[in-house]
């Protein structure tokens, strides 16, 4: 695993109930990868291949789009080691949630 990216996907939305929808169909989508990754209260990070990453960064604004959202903004956090693995989600948050 050489790559870790936290995604916050922002769109436009009516009301926050649909806003929340939107985001949830977002967030199936991520877990739907299969990839490792944690859904926190402001952004959602996934851990893979930078490039498999990248394409399920893109993916997130088309199934945003897709479900309702008249645009959308995110702001995407990325770590790269093309040489190595990248810190875990485990080693970086378990100590906290015991």
Do not use: W
Not at 3 to 23: D, G, Y
Not at 27 to 44: M, N, Q, R, W
Not at 51 to 71: R, S
């Amino acid at each position: 695993m050489n790559a870790s990216v936290a995604i916050q996907v922002l769109p436009e939305a009516a009301t926050e109930e649909e806003l929340i929808q939107i985001v949830d169909e977002v967030i199936a989508y991520i877990k739907s990868t299969g990839l490792s990754c944690s859904v926190g209260p402001f952004e959602t990070t996934i851990e893979g291949d930078y490039d498999q990453l990248m394409d399920i960064v893109k993916e997130c604004q088309h199934i945003a789009v897709k479900a309702g959202a008249p645009y959308v903004a995110a702001y995407i956090k990325v770590v790269y080691r093309p040489k190595g693995d990248v810190l875990t989600i485990e080693k970086k948050i378990t100590k906290h949630h015991q």
